[in-house]
């Protein structure tokens, strides 16, 4: 009988150390998890291939199966892609805004469900996830409970959550089962993995999406953070690096939210950068600069901004934390 590995759902193999899955034959009989993901959840290495999965291909064979859907996504990652993503997925499902317990003091976690729902015009369930037991995995226990649920599929976009959330289903349910790998790095779970909780709950890992527009950036924390500025006309800020630039025509203050890894987030300049060549039009006061993958950009003030990003890779919308959104 072929194995797949527990941590990232590969078939088990022996054969080729380059390839995915890969156990010593000698260790075989006894492995739970292919030599990646065991040095991924012992010495924190990721190395090898990770290619995800094509959309298309997880929805398509989703939409063919009769089971629910849970469809995690984080604050920072609610965008027009992921949404048209989460609206292709024809059968019954709910979308679930992850790690809540992150978001500013200052916003009511109610508003960003009733945000979603009405700007980004979402009929299914919210659910509003985030906490500090089990970080608030039991809100979802108790959402499958009350609609007698029994087999469900985790979806999201890559770093999402999914397989934490499996994880600490697993510890409230007080589980035998093994722990599925969870890592800051992109595409960690590689194929579906069945993980049957109990004999009234099984959940399928699924692996990650990639959005076609994500702007690139490799290193990211578990931490949320919002950094303030108050930029003066004809000022630069500079973003994750030096690697992107948001030039104002006007005085504004902005908040960037995000969970990039840097110590340079952002910091501004007097002078402007090279190659901002592309324009952003911000028509109302609270507006966001949604920068696909990386989080957004509020705006206080309307302005003109010239930036280096291409505009495939933005989203303007009204303020999630403060905008007016019917």
Do not use: W
Not at 206 to 233: C, E, R, W
Not at 260 to 277: H, M, T
Request: charged share 30%; hydrophobic share 35%.
């Amino acid at each position: 009988m072929n194995k797949i590995c527990y941590g990232c759902g590969v078939k088990l193999q022996s054969e080729d150390k380059n390839r995915l899955g890969y156990i010593p034959a000698k260790k075989m009989d006894d492995a739970k998890y292919c030599m990646r993901c065991f040095r991924l959840i012992n010495y924190g290495e990721n190395k090898g291939s990770q290619t995800p999965k094509d959309v298309k291909e997880i929805v398509g064979k989703i939409n063919k199966d009769c089971r629910f859907v849970i469809f995690l996504v984080d604050y920072l990652n609610i965008n027009k892609e992921t949404i048209e993503i989460f609206k292709s997925i024809k059968k019954e499902k709910v979308l679930v805004i992850n790690k809540c317990e992150l978001l500013p003091s200052s916003v009511k976690a109610e508003r960003i469900k009733d945000y979603v729902h009405n700007y980004y015009r979402i009929e299914d369930d919210i659910i509003i996830k985030g906490g500090k037991a089990h970080h608030g995995a039991k809100t979802v226990i108790n959402y499958l409970n009350d609609k007698d649920i029994k087999e469900s599929y985790i979806l999201g976009l890559s770093n999402s959550g999914k397989s934490t959330l499996i994880n600490d289903i697993r510890d409230i349910l007080k589980s035998n089962v093994e722990t599925i790998t969870v890592s800051k790095k992109a595409n960690t779970t590689l194929d579906f993995i069945r993980v049957n909780m109990n004999d009234d709950l099984l959940l399928i890992d699924s692996p990650g999406f990639i959005i076609d527009h994500a702007l690139n950036y490799d290193a990211f924390t578990k931490n949320i953070v919002a950094y303030s500025l108050q930029m003066k006309i004809c000022e630069t800020a500079s973003l994750l690096d030096n690697k992107y630039f948001l030039k104002f025509d006007a005085d504004t203050p902005i908040i960037f939210y995000t969970n990039a890894d840097s110590k340079k987030n952002i910091k501004k300049y007097f002078r402007a950068a090279p190659n901002l060549v592309h324009t952003i039009e911000i028509t109302e006061n609270n507006m966001d600069v949604v920068l696909l993958g990386i989080g957004f950009v509020t705006i206080k003030k309307k302005c003109v901004i010239t930036t280096n990003i291409p505009l495939e890779n933005l989203e303007v919308r009204p303020s999630m934390f403060g905008g007016k959104y019917e």
